[in-house]
């Protein structure tokens, strides 16, 4: 069998070291103590770095896209968001995809399904839709939608100006497992309607469950959480305190678990006060923030990263993070929070300023 060209061990001159770490490197081996440092750190050192996307540049090129390549052709047309640190890998973190995704008035993106799950939140454009078990999700701006993992899903476009919204996948988790299936709706483009719009939040979303209701799967029921009930729960909270790393800061819940709605993934939206000057914090989900309203500017390891509505950010892995506004601000973000409970590596951090 020929042995790869990898990189032997550099860790001494010693001679004899080398001739074995030669003989080694023939039986695809290597010695733990010249790669140990790096494997097993004191803490995190993600290789992914604090960035943002400019919307007014995104949204530009992606128009751009739009009249290059059909949502039919591309099949998903996005444009995705790669971390600087980490290019060609399709991931805005070490764990995450994220891309903005664009339909035009009258198109359909077709139904397929895939071991990934993904979340979405629209950032404008109104009559869009997400088709997920045989129900339709009207998308608003503001919202925040889930697809389970191997559900059918579409999307159309019934208004008269684009629509466009942020996609989180947890496709680089599903591929460290190796554990990727996907497929297309056996007929058709659109997969079937079978339930009117709003069933599953009336039926699971409303403080009370179908009598007999019996969980199934681990993700939530409720595909559509609407901005207009997180408006009105941000107005009743800001009568209340505000937290001084965080604001007014909610997780989306699976309402028959109040666990998260997906396994995977989290998504949190928080509420930031004019002359907000956020206390400095760290957690080890690295996480990707969109700019819901206001404007602000957040440091990020040192990094200062001023942000506009649409504006899509994300923080690494235990980067030292604060946030600051001049006006009031929401920011919707998600991370990788729930795998990483799940499996006991979670940990954050309060710090001082
Ligand atoms: O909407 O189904 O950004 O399958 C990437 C892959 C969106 C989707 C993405 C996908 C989708």
Redesign the pocket.
């Known amino acids: 069998m020929q042995t790869p060209d990898i990189q032997l061990a550099r860790d001494t001159d010693d001679p004899k070291r080398l001739a074995l770490y030669g003989r080694l490197n023939e039986q695809h081996s290597a010695p733990l103590w010249a790669v140990m440092a790096q494997l097993v750190t004191p803490e995190p050192r993600p290789r992914s770095v604090a960035h943002k996307w400019d919307y007014p540049v995104m949204r530009k090129l992606l128009l751009e896209a739009g009249e290059l390549i059909t949502a039919k052709e591309a099949?998903?047309r996005?444009l995705?968001l790669e971390n600087p640190g980490i290019r060609g890998m399709s991931q805005i973190t070490q764990s995450l995809?994220?891309?903005l995704?664009l339909i035009l008035p009258g198109e359909v993106?077709p139904s397929?399904r895939?071991a990934?799950a993904?979340l979405?939140l629209i950032i404008e454009g109104q009559g869009g839709y997400?088709a997920v078990s045989g129900e339709r999700i009207p998308m608003s701006a503001g919202d925040f939608i889930v697809?389970p993992s191997w559900t059918f899903?579409d999307?159309g476009n019934l208004g008269e100006d684009p629509v466009i919204w942020l996609?989180g996948?947890d496709?680089p988790i599903v591929n460290l497992f190796d554990a990727s299936f996907?497929e297309a709706y056996p007929s058709g483009e659109t997969q079937q309607v079978e339930r009117s719009a709003g069933d599953a939040l009336a039926r699971y979303g409303s403080n009370m469950l179908p009598i007999g209701y019996v969980p199934e799967g681990s993700s939530s029921p409720v595909f559509h959480y609407p901005y207009s009930r997180v408006k009105e729960a941000f107005r009743q909270l800001a009568r209340g305190g505000v937290d001084d790393c965080h604001g007014i800061k909610l997780q989306y819940t699976n309402p028959t678990t109040g666990g998260y709605p997906m396994p995977t993934m989290g998504a949190f939206i928080q509420q930031l006060p004019a002359r907000f000057n956020g206390r400095p914090y760290r957690c080890t989900d690295a996480t990707v923030y969109c700019v819901r309203e206001g404007q602000g500017v957040s440091t990020i390891s040192g990094e200062r990263i001023e942000w506009n509505v649409g504006d899509v950010f994300v923080a690494p892995s235990w980067s030292v993070t604060s946030h600051r506004t001049t006006e009031h601000a929401v920011l919707f973000s998600f991370s990788d929070r729930p795998a990483q409970k799940a499996l006991g590596l979670w940990r954050e951090q309060r710090l001082d300023d």
């Open positions: 099949e998903r996005v995705v995809y994220a891309g995704q993106a397929h895939h990934a993904a979405r997400t697809t899903h999307h996609d996948l496709v996907a």
